[in-house]
């Protein structure tokens, strides 16, 4: 980037109870592969299909720009609404044992 400037990347995964009536996987999709699917509990993707209070997952991609010192000069969340998928309680509460698990394990080392 011109002028000295850094752009860094990272990303993090974000979880929230989905508060919406409206299903997103039919906001992207034709009137066929509505049709198609319109009673058709085989064809379904259960991980884009959301009922009231499920709860979902995204992952958001930052974009970091700093000067040559380290200032931080612009910061952007990047993200796609087609990527929300549905996952379980379980599998949440799984990763963030294990993310604990291995913080304090890093400590003790």
């Not at 979902?56 to 990527?83: H, Q, W």
Request: glycine content about 6%; charged content about 35%; some cysteine.
């Amino acid at each position: 980037i011109s002028g000295g400037r850094y752009r860094v990347t990272g990303a993090h995964r974000v979880v929230w109870r989905w508060r919406n009536k409206f299903n997103p996987s039919l906001l992207f999709a034709t009137n066929e592969e509505i049709a198609k699917n319109d009673g058709d509990d085989d064809n379904r993707d259960d991980t884009t299909d959301f009922d009231f209070g499920d709860l979902v997952s995204m992952t958001i991609i930052d974009v970091f720009e700093t000067d040559s010192d380290g200032k931080l000069l612009s910061y952007c969340p990047t993200f796609d609404n087609r990527a929300v998928h549905k996952t379980q309680e379980v599998t949440e509460r799984l990763r963030k044992g294990a993310s604990n698990l291995k913080e304090k394990m890093d400590v003790v080392a």
